[in-house]
């Protein structure tokens, strides 16, 4: 069965220094989103993509966070400099075309990150 | 802020009793889902309901929708061990654009 994948699936790093975190959408699913989930709380949805292009970043702090999809298949999130209240779980999630018709989202095993 | 409120926060039931959550909402949906996340890992979809749906089935979930009151429940039949998870509400792309919201979560345990 196809699955979204992620890397690295742990990352501890320390504040003011920049990580990036990978996903590989399941193949042939135009629509790729990136969420961050603080502890106790629902997943937050940072961007989204539709093939190539940004439909939503409203609630990606851009001084901080930026996100590709180059190629319209995987993408990256980075995050320079990163801050102590960073630390959260980054999901990614694919689906089939999200044009005002919703199909269920994928979800990839997410990246823990830990700020120091 | 987030859309979806799901009550309660926690849940702790016996195996092989039924366990009810509840989400409210906000504004106009298209449809709402739900989800299950055990613990550190990525979230699962369970179920799709439309707005147009009052009730939808699968295997031992039901799932409730009240548009006029802007609520739905899931409800899990004859509950396992394995159902131990939080269970997460999501509205779909509303009438102004095509975010997912997720509520916080409801953390049901379900003792052997």
């Known amino acids: 069965e196809a699955e979204v994948a992620q890397s690295p699936r742990y990352k501890i790093t320390e504040k003011s220094q920049a990580v990036a975190f990978w996903c590989d959408p399941i193949?042939?699913?135009?629509?790729l989103y990136w969420y961050r989930q603080i502890l106790g709380q629902g997943p937050e949805l940072l961007v989204q993509?539709?093939?190539?292009?940004?439909?939503?970043d409203s609630q990606l702090p851009k001084d901080r966070f930026s996100a590709e999809r180059l190629k319209g298949v995987d993408s990256t999130l980075k995050i320079q400099p990163a801050e102590l209240g960073d630390s959260a779980m980054y999901l990614c999630?694919?689906?089939?075309?999200?044009?005002?018709?919703?199909?269920?989202?994928?979800f990839g095993p997410g990246t823990r990150l830990t700020v120091t | 802020s987030q859309q979806g409120e799901e009550d309660p926060q926690a849940l702790s039931i016996q195996e092989g009793e039924n366990a009810t959550m509840n989400c409210s909402y906000k504004?106009?949906?298209?449809?709402l889902q739900w989800y299950r996340q055990n613990s550190g890992r990525g979230l699962v979809h369970l179920i799709l309901?439309?707005?147009?749906?009052r009730e939808k089935h699968s295997g031992r979930l039901r799932v409730t929708l009240d548009t006029s009151k802007k609520s739905s429940s899931l409800l899990i039949t004859a509950s396992r061990a394995a159902d131990t998870a939080s269970y997460f509400c999501?509205?779909?792309?509303?009438?102004?654009?095509?975010?997912?919201?997720f509520g916080a979560g409801t953390r049901l345990f379900v003792k052997a």
């Open positions: 999630a694919s689906s089939l075309a999200d044009r005002g018709l919703y199909y269920e989202q994928y």
């Open positions: 193949s042939g699913h135009a629509t």
């Open positions: 993509f539709q093939d190539e292009s940004v439909v939503d």
């Open positions: 504004t106009s949906i298209n449809n």
């Open positions: 309901i439309r707005s147009n749906e």
């Open positions: 999501a509205t779909g792309p509303n009438t102004g654009g095509f975010k997912t919201i």
